[in-house]
């Protein structure tokens, strides 16, 4: 079965710094795909950024990146010019090709202080 | 353009009552709908997700149901409420190439006391 994990519960940065956070995943599957998911305080969680497996390009999608490593089953997300509105509970995700089923991670808190 | 509804925002019920969450989808016809709960620090756990109707699939065994009486309507249901079903549940739906990701409800925070 695929996991997701998610090794910093919580982080901070300073507004405008650059922050990255981490996604390790683990399957035996060769094409799937990869998520970052936004949680706002407000709740309503939002797509952030996806990456098809086949794909050796990062995706970025404005000030957000990803770092896919494909060999090392490594995901993460950086975040550049941090700002306030950043600050959410962060998700990486897994979804296998042809699968109907996403798995997520626990979660990295990202605090973006003044 | 899709939107998706999700009601009530909270809840708070007293165990052994029953439950009814609603969830809805404007603006697109067969989507993919799934029901995850959220837990504190242990992200989100897919419960139920359905790729039409009267096609129901349950990931956890447990005393909650789904049914999606129209294409759609999603709704999550329990006859009796324990106090473990207290947590924030969040309904979503996916185009049918699940590859572009999900688009969420706003979510739901049951209390069971």
């Known amino acids: 079965a695929q996991t997701v994990t998610q090794s910093q519960p919580e982080m901070s940065v300073q507004e405008a710094e650059t922050v990255t956070l981490s996604c390790t995943y683990d399957?035996?599957?060769?094409?799937?795909?990869l998520f970052w998911y936004k949680q706002p305080p407000s709740r309503q969680m939002i797509l952030v950024i996806r990456q098809e497996a086949y794909k050796q390009q990062n995706a970025t999608e404005n000030r957000f990146s990803v770092n896919f490593q494909k060999a090392a089953k490594s995901f993460s997300l950086k975040i550049s010019d941090s700002q306030l509105g950043d600050t959410a509970m962060y998700f990486c995700a897994f979804l296998n090709t042809g699968g109907f089923k996403t798995i997520f991670g626990a979660g990295t808190r990202l605090f973006v202080k003044a | 353009s899709q939107t998706i509804h999700q009601w009530p925002a909270t809840l708070v019920q007293p165990v052994g009552s029953p439950l009814s969450l609603e969830c809805t989808v404007e603006?697109?016809?067969?989507?993919?709908l799934y029901w995850y709960r959220q837990a504190a620090g242990r992200g989100l756990q897919l419960l139920f997700y359905s790729i039409g109707i009267d096609q129901i699939s349950s990931e956890v065994p447990q005393n909650l149901s789904a049914s999606r009486p129209q294409d759609r309507q999603f709704i999550l249901s329990s006859k009796k409420l324990l106090l473990s079903d207290s947590g924030f549940y969040l309904c979503?739906?996916?185009?049918?190439?699940?590859?572009?990701?999900?688009?969420f409800g706003s979510g739901t925070r049951l209390t069971v006391v």
């Open positions: 979503a739906w996916s185009k049918n190439r699940v590859m572009y990701g999900y688009t």
């Open positions: 399957t035996s599957e060769n094409n799937y795909y």
């Open positions: 603006g697109t016809s067969n989507p993919n």
